[in-house]
């Protein structure tokens, strides 16, 4: 077989001109199309990775700041719960103390009103005794009270102990100025010259008196001599009488017992102790 080279070659040109037409003209923008999406692809992956790179920071971002959010509201609220509990134990203790203030407010009233009620028995119980004394002296010793009780001071006078005798002898002896003789009353010459005589007899000597009046004695003498005194009143009488009523208000005070298996003595029933009264000397 004979082999036509001019058909080979031409057959090889025309290959080789469609290979180059088709590699201009088709595959090449095939290519370039193909490079194309590839590099759109790996913007869009890299635009992607980045956005999600970022939505993971905003993310985080987030759960830092919840997290900071939470630690602030349990921080203001654990604020808030120890201030309601601090501003509820400052109520409270005002509160008691407000209480405290009234509880000692309503005692202070009660004592000053028990020490009212005392001072105005006191006073009527004296001025009682006072008006009871004068008339019972009169009726049955035919002699007034002043008279009687000038009579009582100058024995008690004469029956002072040793001791006391000897204290106020002393400060008779030590004080230039003469001793003071207080009654309730006005003396009669009489009286005021018994007492001169007890006293002169009492410690042996002249003793110098001036005579007053003291209303406030509640009928009694007093004798007073560079700060020693011997004194007799019904104020004695009535100082164990505000004694017992005072006892009798503060027991009357104080809550019910619980009853006792022994029988106790009922303070209204119960004889009362005789009230005696005497002569006081000591330092005013």
């Known amino acids: ?54 939505a993971q920071k905003e993310h985080e971002e987030f759960q830092s700041k919840n997290k900071a959010w939470d630690e602030q509201r349990s921080a203001l609220l654990g604020k808030a719960t120890d201030e309601a509990k601090t501003q509820k134990d400052h109520l409270i203790d005002e509160a008691h ?5 009234l509880r000692a407010a309503q005692a202070v009233a009660l004592q000053n009103d028990q020490q009212r009620l005392t001072t105005q028995m006191i006073h009527l119980t004296k001025d009682e005794v006072f008006d009871i004394t004068r008339k019972a002296l009169a009726d049955l010793a035919t002699v007034s009270l002043e008279e ?30 003469p001793a003071v003789v207080r009654s309730t009353f006005a003396l009669p010459d009489n009286q005021k010259a018994a007492v001169q005589n007890a006293l002169n ?3 042996s000597t002249e003793v110098r008196l001036r005579f007053e009046t003291a209303p406030e004695t509640i009928c009694g003498i007093e004798l007073s001599a560079n700060g020693q005194k ?3 009143s019904i104020a004695d009488y009535l100082a164990t009488l505000d004694q017992k009523v005072g006892t009798l208000l503060a027991a009357e005070a104080k809550p019910v ?12 029933t119960a004889p009362a102790a005789p009230v005696e009264a005497a002569v006081h000397v000591g330092a005013k």
Request: aromatic fraction near 8%; include cysteine; charge should be positive.
């Open 1 to 54: 077989m004979l082999i036509d080279w001019f058909t080979v070659c031409a057959q090889a040109i025309n290959f080789l001109i469609l290979v180059w037409l088709l590699k201009h003209f088709l595959y090449k923008p095939i290519l370039s199309a193909i490079d194309a999406r590839e590099k759109g692809i790996a913007a869009q992956l890299a635009d992607a990775t980045t956005k999600k790179a970022e």
């Open 97 to 101: 103390k407000q209480a405290a203030s």
């Open 230 to 232: 011997v004194a007799w």
């Open 257 to 268: 017992a619980k009853p006792s298996s022994k029988p106790e003595t009922n303070p209204k």
């Open 148 to 177: 009687r009780m000038g009579e009582v001071f100058t024995r008690r006078l004469r029956e002072m102990d040793p001791k006391s005798k000897g204290a106020l002898g002393d400060s008779l002896k030590s004080d230039s100025n």
């Open 201 to 203: 007899e009492t410690f």
